[in-house]
């Protein structure tokens, strides 16, 4: 039987915002599933509510045939006897305690001997074996998120769940973490819930992605596809679509359809069942900026401009041109220096119809 984890969660805070959440996330054939979302989204309501460390107002949460949390019948398992692995911001670690301990805290039920031989097992598959009879504060960030996860694994969990993993260490050690945390997350065999605001870390940890907004999930489905296809504007900022425009449906033709954003048409590959206000989402790496005369485009969309910023980003550069509405591009530095992208520049802005997105307008 496949495991899942369905959960319909309602909670409910005095003068704050109220979590209302639910969906199935089958969990074997897309083993980690990202929480993605703004800061006061209700992540980290859910996971809590999953783990049991809050109880909501109203709701159920089922993991692979087992109810964990049912408020109709009064039912709430204390975390323990959900079995669930948990890996805190912070990695939680006790300080006063050697690896070795902090490893062996969730396994005093074990015999001696057994808890010894878990220890090293663990510890030998996440790589920590040498780190043993440090202390915490002997360890740099990366080796303490290798052993917060140990931690989280010793007690053979059935599963795991992950608030903000990575937000704990700099930048250089967490861009250096992305690749290998997700290679332990599969290597570990256990399904995992990541919490996360951060949109790079979404895409290089998760199967599956679950879009939270205003305390409800708005989208689910595979990362590439909620981030190339949102269902709706809200959905389209909360995954990085710099450009979301106000649109109405002008016309249909041959399979696509024209929208008017403001002063400016655009035409899109029909998405289908829509019909007057909608808005139109383009990602800001679709958008080509050219010169504004001479060349083909394959392009059906190109919008002529001026430069209004421009801001440097490593090897990147993102430039907004005021074309009628302002489009926001992503473009290499060598491209940049290349047209002379500085504000007032004349520009052409060229967007492929498959890449703008029409969604409904949802107030």
């Avoid at 003068?15 to 990202?34: C, F, H, K, S, W």
């Avoid at 490893?103 to 790589?127: K, M, S, T």
């Avoid at 599956?208 to 999930?217: E, F, K, P, Y």
């Avoid at 929208?259 to 069942?273: I, R, S, T």
Wanted: net charge positive.
């Amino acid at each position: 039987m496949e495991r899942s984890l369905t959960f319909r969660l309602l909670r409910r805070f005095p003068r704050g915002p109220t979590v209302a959440a639910e969906a199935r996330l089958p969990l074997d054939a897309a083993p980690v599933t990202v929480l993605l979302g703004p800061s006061g989204s209700g992540k980290t309501t859910v996971l809590r509510s999953l783990a049991g460390l809050d109880r909501p107002d109203e709701g159920a949460i089922d993991f692979a045939g087992q109810t964990w949390f049912d408020a109709a019948r009064g039912l709430h398992l204390p975390p323990q006897a959900r079995g669930v692995g948990l890996l805190f911001q912070d990695h939680a670690l006790f300080p006063h305690l050697s690896v070795r301990a902090n490893l062996a805290y969730g396994l005093h039920r074990l015999p001696a001997g057994e808890r010894a031989a878990r220890v090293a097992e663990v510890a030998g598959r996440l790589g920590v074996e040498a780190l043993l009879d440090r202390r915490p504060a002997q360890l740099s960030g990366g080796q303490r998120q290798r052993v917060a996860l140990a931690r989280a694994l010793a007690p053979r969990p059935r599963l795991l769940l992950l608030d903000e993993p990575l937000s704990a260490l700099d930048a250089p050690t967490r861009e250096a973490l992305r690749g290998e945390l997700r290679h332990l997350l599969e290597q570990s065999g256990v399904p995992a819930i990541v919490v996360t605001h951060d949109r790079v870390e979404a895409l290089a940890l998760g199967d599956r992605l679950a879009v939270l907004a205003g305390g409800a999930i708005r989208q689910i489905g595979p990362v590439h596809e909620v981030f190339s296809q949102p269902v709706d504007a809200v959905v389209a900022l909360a995954v990085g679509t710099e450009n979301v425009f106000p649109a109405r449906l002008l016309r249909r033709e041959a399979g696509l359809v024209v929208v008017g954003a403001g002063p400016v048409e655009l035409v899109a590959v029909d998405p289908g069942g829509l019909a007057g206000e909608a808005y139109a989402c383009v990602r800001a790496e679709e958008v080509v900026l050219e010169p504004p005369v001479g060349g083909d485009s394959s392009a059906r969309n190109r919008l002529h401009g001026a430069v209004a910023w421009r801001r440097d980003e490593g090897p990147l550069v993102r430039v907004a041109v005021d074309c009628g509405l302002r489009l926001v591009a992503l473009v290499t530095r060598a491209s940049a220096e290349r047209l002379g992208l500085q504000p007032g520049r004349p520009v052409a802005a060229s967007v492929k119809a498959p890449s703008v997105r029409v969604v409904p307008r949802q107030d």
